[in-house]
């Protein structure tokens, strides 16, 4: 069954489908900046596995913390941040984990990695059994 969600006023939908390839928390600065939040929850899904159904997100493209040009897709009317593609994800998409529209998909969220963990703010603390970059 697929997985689907969407951006805050839902003119943006997207929908994938199968397991995500790894799920993860990045504590990078710019992961802070586009979430408005200490860190954000990613679902690494397989390009080929993932769909936008309804709308065009708009793109911004810069050289993220990794030193990589990283694009982020977001809704133009809302500014929801979807999804994010780099080279450093190989053939995967980092959705959002937060704009998936059913409970069950969110809570199985949980990460097996935090990146940039040397950047988590003092006041959260390590997720426990995740492997920590």
Not at 35 to 56: C, D, E, K, L, W
Not at 96 to 103: S, Y
């Amino acid at each position: 069954m697929d997985k689907e969600g969407g951006c805050f006023c839902g003119k943006i939908r997207i929908s994938y489908e199968g397991e995500p390839a790894n799920k993860l928390l990045c504590h990078c600065t710019d992961c802070r900046k586009i979430t408005g939040s200490t860190f954000s929850t990613n679902v690494m899904v397989p390009s080929a596995q993932f769909r936008i159904t309804s709308g065009t997100p708009k793109t911004i493209t810069k050289v993220a913390d990794s030193g990589k040009d990283i694009t982020s897709s977001f809704c133009g009317d809302c500014g929801t941040t979807l999804f994010r593609e780099s080279e450093t994800f190989g053939n995967n998409k980092a959705v959002k984990a937060g704009i998936m529209d059913d409970q069950a998909v969110v809570d199985d969220a949980k990460p097996a990695f935090e990146l940039f963990a040397h950047r988590r703010v003092g006041w959260v603390p390590e997720m426990p059994g995740a492997e920590q970059s």
